[in-house]
């Protein structure tokens, strides 16, 4: 007996299909990073425009140049090769060399002659602040650990280019960000990517999406010019790594330094202590913060002790626009505007800062954050609300958040399946399915087998 393949029309009935393949990520579309690029350019291209300050005017003409090769890049190359290349010359452009050509000429913000200043004094005096300060470059609105990335210009000296090179405060800055960027990553132990469920990856590699983070305008300008915001963005970072990972000591200790850096980062202890709350307990966010405290007190109050007066007039009332003299954050949001109304107008932004920090305390209360990017989100949200009504702040100041949301994303970007489990139930025995198998037909019959 013969048979013969039966040959059937396609019909819904009868074709087996696979799962369907999803659309290329936007990650992976050319448009997108071409886009992307440009406009990169163009906000850096109006620095030179509108910015009074000649590291500013600098820094744009350089990264316009890089954003606007790497859009060129993106367009005529093929593939992930193009990604890759366009990184690349965006980082050259935006980052190598703006930064080493401020740094062996010796142009910098004035934010890095103070952290240079203060690592000096904290070695000659051990505290890090002038007694009596005569001009506003003579404050230092920095906690006492901020002075420590100024101690290797005090060791190095200025003479020669590898002694700037070794000894400027932007490069140590950007050695904390980026090896606590790294052990951030190492603490999740995540792998490189995420993945669709058909395999498909939908995302870019940890390392390239942080080479995009850097090579972006939010942290290469920083970067580049004062760099004094990257370490306590690094040390957040890694902190809610920590926390996420169920670490409470380890957690602690790096909250005592980074609280140690600037009193801005005092938000993350009540994040870091939500998160340890969801993921490892009250005890453990209570131990957290008995570290962070003790910790920060070992290294703030001795120079407290030795300059109670200057402290308090250096790192409280001259960031907030309560010191003798008025302090250069003068950006227009809406805390720095309602202070300029004068006394009544200064209680009422401290007012509204006090109740925004309130709402975030209890949004913590009420609903904790249970993984690292809602933990970082509530971060963000906190301090965007601080930096915007604070009675004097800039526009600078906006790029710790924005960094964060960022970061939290390319680092865990899957979000938590909430668990349907019932208590008392039993998981369903799997049943095997048996695969489709081809009609045939006999032979001279036309019937079917």
Same mark, same amino acid.
């Given at each position: 007996?013969?048979?013969?393949?039966?040959?059937?029309?396609?019909?819904?009935?009868?074709?087996?299909?696979?799962?369907?393949?999803?659309?290329?990520?936007?990650?992976?579309?050319?448009?997108?990073?071409?886009?992307?690029?440009?406009? @990169?350019?163009?906000?850096?291209?109006?620095?030179?425009?509108?910015?009074?300050?000649?590291?500013?005017?600098?820094?744009?003409?350089?990264?316009?140049?890089?954003?606007?090769?790497?859009?060129?890049?993106?367009?005529?190359?093929?593939?992930?090769?193009?990604?890759?290349?366009?990184?690349?010359?965006?980082?050259?452009?935006?980052?190598?060399?703006?930064?080493?050509?401020?740094?062996?000429?010796?142009?910098?913000?004035?934010?890095?002659?103070?952290?240079?200043?203060?690592?000096?004094?904290?070695?000659?005096? #051990?505290?890090?602040?002038?007694?009596?300060?005569?001009?506003?470059?003579?404050?230092?609105?920095?906690?006492?650990?901020?002075?420590?990335?100024?101690?290797?210009?005090?060791?190095?000296?200025?003479?020669?280019?590898?002694?700037?090179?070794?000894?400027?405060?932007?490069?140590?800055?950007?050695?904390?960000?980026?090896?606590?960027?790294?052990?951030?990553?190492?603490?999740?132990?995540?792998?490189?990517?995420? @993945?669709?469920?058909?395999?498909?990856?939908?995302?870019?590699?940890?390392?390239?999406?942080?080479?995009?983070?850097?090579?972006?305008?939010?942290?290469?300008?920083?970067?580049?010019?004062?760099?004094?915001?990257?370490?306590?963005?690094?040390?957040?970072?890694?902190?809610?790594?920590?926390?996420?990972?169920?670490?409470?000591?380890?957690? #602690?200790?790096?909250?005592?330094?980074?609280?140690?850096?600037?009193?801005?980062?005092?938000?993350?202890? @009540?994040?870091?202590?939500?998160?340890?709350?969801?993921?490892?307990?009250?005890?453990?966010?209570?131990?957290?913060?008995?570290?962070?405290?003790? #910790?920060?007190?070992?290294?703030?109050?001795?120079?407290?002790?030795?300059? +109670?007066?200057?402290?308090?007039?250096?790192?409280?009332?001259?960031?907030?626009?309560?010191?003798?003299?008025?302090? +250069?954050?003068?950006?227009?949001?809406?805390?720095?505007?309602?202070?300029?109304?004068?006394?009544?107008?200064?209680?009422?932004?401290?007012?509204?800062?006090?109740?925004?920090?309130?709402?975030?305390?209890?949004?913590?209360?009420?609903?904790?954050? @249970?993984?690292?990017?809602?933990?970082?989100?509530?971060?963000?949200?906190?301090?965007?609300?601080?930096?915007?009504?604070?009675?004097?702040?800039?526009?600078?100041?906006?790029?710790?958040?924005?960094?964060?949301?960022?970061?939290?994303?390319?680092?865990?970007?899957?979000? +938590?399946?909430?668990?349907?489990?019932?208590?008392?139930?039993?998981?369903?025995?799997?049943?095997?399915?048996?695969?489709?198998?081809?009609?045939?037909?006999?032979?001279?019959?036309?019937?079917?087998?």
């Amino acid at each position: 007996m013969r048979f013969r393949r039966v040959e059937y029309p396609a019909t819904t009935a009868n074709t087996v299909t696979g799962p369907a393949v999803p659309p290329p990520s936007w990650w992976n579309r050319r448009s997108t990073w071409v886009t992307g690029w440009l406009l @990169a350019a163009l906000w850096a291209a109006a620095f030179p425009v509108v910015s009074s300050l000649d590291t500013h005017r600098l820094w744009g003409t350089s990264a316009a140049l890089g954003y606007a090769a790497a859009a060129a890049v993106s367009c005529g190359l093929p593939g992930p090769r193009a990604r890759r290349a366009a990184v690349a010359v965006a980082l050259v452009g935006a980052v190598v060399v703006p930064l080493l050509f401020l740094v062996l000429m010796g142009r910098a913000q004035s934010e890095v002659d103070v952290i240079e200043r203060s690592g000096r004094l904290l070695l000659e005096q #051990g505290t890090p602040y002038l007694p009596h300060p005569h001009k506003v470059t003579d404050y230092t609105p920095y906690l006492p650990a901020m002075a420590l990335l100024g101690i290797p210009k005090a060791l190095a000296g200025d003479h020669g280019w590898v002694a700037r090179l070794l000894g400027d405060a932007r490069i140590w800055c950007a050695a904390v960000f980026f090896l606590c960027l790294y052990s951030a990553r190492l603490m999740l132990r995540h792998p490189r990517s995420a @993945a669709t469920p058909t395999g498909r990856r939908a995302r870019l590699p940890y390392g390239m999406a942080m080479a995009v983070l850097i090579a972006s305008p939010v942290v290469a300008l920083p970067l580049c010019v004062s760099g004094v915001d990257l370490p306590l963005t690094g040390l957040c970072c890694l902190v809610l790594a920590m926390a996420a990972g169920g670490r409470p000591a380890a957690a #602690g200790l790096v909250l005592a330094v980074v609280c140690s850096l600037k009193w801005t980062a005092w938000p993350a202890i @009540a994040v870091a202590m939500a998160l340890l709350g969801s993921v490892a307990g009250r005890r453990a966010a209570l131990r957290c913060a008995a570290t962070a405290v003790a #910790g920060a007190a070992l290294l703030i109050v001795p120079s407290a002790v030795l300059s +109670p007066g200057a402290m308090v007039q250096q790192v409280l009332a001259f960031p907030t626009g309560r010191g003798d003299l008025p302090t +250069p954050a003068a950006s227009p949001l809406p805390g720095r505007l309602l202070a300029d109304l004068g006394p009544a107008g200064w209680y009422a932004a401290v007012g509204l800062l006090i109740c925004g920090g309130l709402a975030v305390a209890a949004s913590l209360v009420r609903r904790p954050p @249970a993984h690292l990017r809602a933990a970082a989100d509530r971060l963000a949200i906190g301090l965007l609300v601080a930096f915007t009504l604070a009675p004097a702040g800039r526009f600078g100041y906006l790029a710790l958040p924005l960094v964060l949301m960022g970061w939290a994303r390319l680092a865990d970007p899957r979000e +938590p399946v909430p668990s349907l489990k019932v208590r008392g139930s039993r998981p369903a025995p799997a049943v095997p399915v048996a695969p489709p198998r081809r009609p045939y037909a006999l032979a001279g019959t036309g019937g079917e087998r």
